[in-house]
């Protein structure tokens, strides 16, 4: 049995044969933003059989169901019933070309804005059945996510990344293991024919929990960002254009991810998955897979000082990109 989430082709000249008859096993991954109004979850099989992996996994009907019936449900603390959503399936046109087909009932889309359907104590609980016998269930409690306290929401707020470094500073809340925060730099590229492109540029940082065992010791946690890694980053990503007669920076945006520890256990454990005789960590029962709750946090309209700005048009990093502040 050869599951859809653990690393089979190791080698494109390798064509690896199943041998283990053991029963299929659905395989689930639905990761829900609150923010969010459309949502997926992502259904299939693993797949056993004679036959070589690639040619399992190029058919539908070795990886997919017939139509499902999936739902989350939301529960209150007390464990009231009190809202629903109905996923329907929908083909996904977007997936890149792989070894495992995009064809067959995988993805299963909800538009719903669920945003102010969250209290404290919400718990929900994802039901996945076929007719009237339950193909697979789990559950996940609501976190309120983690407030950002650096740098403040403003109108247009001029910051500096020099002479000391940028902070971003949010909460760290019980419940929550990794945080991932995101510096977007936006701006605009003008052409020489008189076009213009709006472009951007990510630099992510990751941070785990200061918690740990000692939970309740830490209320709080900052990256501190030099000037010299944004703008290092923003040299590597842009890259010389020959019909680009100059660049306009615009707005800078902080966003913070994170979202249910059982997420990260799902992506980190299952890299080490031989430290456990083999065994896939998932929280979904009846199937493997995950299923978790996502959030983020952001803080925008904020541009950089007259310090930055000087580093970007003639620092060493980017002032061949030819940034101009008109």
Excluded at 57 to 64: G, L, R, T
Excluded at 101 to 128: A, E, P, W
Excluded at 249 to 256: N, Q
Excluded at 264 to 292: M, R, W
Aim: proline share 4%; net charge negative; glycine share 6%.
């Amino acid at each position: 049995m050869v599951a859809l989430t653990v690393w089979l082709f190791a080698s494109c000249e390798q064509d690896i044969r199943i041998s283990d008859n053991a029963e299929s096993l659905p395989v689930i991954y639905a990761t829900i933003n609150p923010a969010d109004t459309i949502h997926y979850i992502r259904i299939s099989h693993t797949f056993k059989g004679s036959k070589s992996a690639s040619t399992s996994a190029s058919n539908p009907d070795s990886i997919c169901y017939d139509t499902l019936t999936p739902k989350i449900e939301f529960y209150t603390e007390s464990g009231w019933k009190y809202h629903e959503l109905k996923f329907f399936p929908v083909q996904n046109s977007v997936r890149e070309e792989g070894y495992f087909t995009n064809q067959g009932l995988q993805l299963y889309q909800c538009q719903s804005d669920i945003s102010s359907l969250f209290i404290k104590g919400t718990h929900l609980v994802l039901n996945i059945s076929i007719g009237q016998s339950r193909l697979v269930s789990a559950s996940v409690d609501f976190l309120t996510p983690p407030k950002i306290f650096a740098p403040r929401q403003g109108l247009n707020s001029l910051l500096e990344f020099y002479a000391l470094p940028f902070e971003i500073g949010f909460e760290d809340l019980v419940g929550f293991a990794r945080y991932e925060a995101h510096i977007v730099f936006h701006f605009m590229a003008v052409m020489k024919n008189g076009d213009t492109v709006n472009q951007l540029v990510d630099k992510s940082f990751i941070r785990n929990t200061q918690n740990g065992h000692f939970i309740g010791e830490h209320k709080n946690i900052s990256i501190y960002v030099a000037g010299d890694e944004l703008l290092a980053q923003i040299r590597q990503d842009v890259k010389d254009d020959p019909n680009v007669a100059y660049r306009l920076p615009g707005e800078l945006e902080v966003y913070l991810y994170t979202g249910s520890p059982a997420f990260y256990d799902y992506v980190d454990l299952n890299k080490i998955s031989d430290d456990f005789g083999g065994k896939v960590v998932t929280n979904i029962t009846g199937g493997l897979g995950v299923f978790a709750l996502k959030y983020y946090r952001k803080v925008t309209n904020i541009f950089m000082g007259p310090i930055t700005m000087d580093s970007l048009m003639r620092g060493r990093f980017t002032r061949k990109l030819n940034f101009k502040d008109w």
